[in-house]
């Protein structure tokens, strides 16, 4: 593993005293409210940074004392420094996952979308167990989710749910849950025991804080309609919902709450959204070079998880990884075990690609 040099590494404890010190200096809110936002992430990077000075100093400091001539403080240094070479290496290592290149997004809320694949009516109930599995996970993080518009299956589940969810670091966690995941189990309908394949789809997008996207009024066309949504029998007698369909992508967003005012700016939103992320998808693909070093695209069109009730195994194709504990996973308890997996190959990977450069 490459040494990070000491001047990268007082850069960044420069840049946190210069952040710290413009925060007592400035009386704007905007820039108190950013500064802010810089110091909480650099924290953590300048506790560690500062942490393996100390350790490279310390480390000198006893590899002088061998030469003093005095035989019992040098019996002492050698102590030291076998003991700061044994954790210099870790502390190294954290500093330079620390410094990997961050998802500008990371830190983003999300707009959640689970839309039942093939299979029929199973698919749309695997697509209400993935969904009910997101939202224990999110209620684990403390995460905030707020359903903006739903279509129920025949039979119970999802043809399409979309959501909202806030938090902290949601994007960061939840962007590995992007393409086709596939379940293998035996339907409540099935008379004869077989087992049958079907899928879900869902995308993660980020939807970060004052999306910058203009919308030209010429540009959209709004429709009301009758909603079909996840708000009971009320719903169902108003015409409140609202779609909006951006001409010249042919992106289509609806709302389906209550009030008509309420459900414009929602869709209006969700528009937004999907225009950043078609641009930020874009972008993406001018970078297929950098993108070879992530796990996947997390392109909805790639099958990125099995899910087999009757080996009660989880598999994530992405990373070859195996987990026998389905019952916990779907249930969000243990979807956390997925993702942390997943994040620290990513970490492998771009530190392999850092040290090769």
């Known amino acids: 593993m490459a040494t990070l040099s000491l001047s990268r590494l007082q850069q960044v404890v420069e840049r946190f005293e210069e952040v710290e010190a413009r925060m007592g200096a400035t009386t704007e809110t905007d820039e108190i409210i950013a500064l ?41 240094a050698e102590m ?11 502390l ?19 707009v959640l979308e689970v839309r039942a694949g093939t299979g029929g009516d199973e698919a749309a109930l695997f697509a209400g167990d993935l969904f009910r599995m997101y939202s224990r996970y999110a209620q684990t993080m403390g995460w905030k989710v707020e359903i903006v518009d739903a279509s129920m299956g025949d039979a119970g589940g999802y043809k399409e749910i979309v959501a909202n969810v806030s938090g902290d670091g949601v994007f960061g966690h939840m962007k590995w849950e992007s393409g086709v995941h596939r379940v293998q189990r035996v339907p409540a309908t099935e008379t004869q025991g077989r087992i049958h394949t079907s899928a879900a789809t869902v ?18 066309r709004i429709d009301t309609m009758r909603s079909s949504g996840a708000g009971g029998q009320h719903v169902n007698t108003t015409d409140s919902a ?12 609806t709302s389906s709450e209550k009030s008509q005012h309420v459900n414009r700016e929602k869709a209006m939103e969700q528009l937004k959204i999907r225009l950043y992320e078609k641009e930020r998808s874009e972008r993406d693909a001018e970078r297929a070079e950098a993108r070879a070093s992530q796990i996947g695209s997390g392109d909805r069109s790639q099958k990125v998880r ?11 194709h992405r990373i070859g990884l195996t987990l026998y504990s389905l019952d916990k996973i779907i249930t969000g308890d243990k979807l956390n075990d997925v993702i942390e997996a997943l994040i620290t190959e990513d970490r492998a990977r771009k530190l392999a690609a850092m040290e090769a450069n």
Not at 92 to 103: N, R, T
Not at 206 to 213: C, D, F, K, S, Y
């Open 306 to 316: 099995t899910y087999n009730y009757p080996e009660n195994r989880v598999t994530d």
């Open 242 to 253: 609202v779609r909006i369909t951006h001409l010249a992508t042919g992106i289509v967003v």
């Open 203 to 220: 995308a993660v997008l980020p939807a970060p804080e004052n999306v910058e996207i203009d919308v030209k009024p010429e540009d959209i």
């Open 36 to 76: 802010s936002k810089e110091h909480s992430e650099l924290k953590p990077v300048v506790d560690k940074a500062r942490e393996v000075m100390a350790a490279r100093k310390g480390l000198e400091e006893a590899q002088a004392l061998l030469s003093s001539g005095d035989s019992e403080m040098a019996e002492l």
């Open 80 to 90: 030291e420094i076998e003991e700061i070479k044994e954790r210099l290496p870790d």
């Open 92 to 110: 190294e290592q954290e500093m330079q996952v620390l410094l990997l290149p961050k998802d500008v997004d990371d830190a983003a809320d999300i």
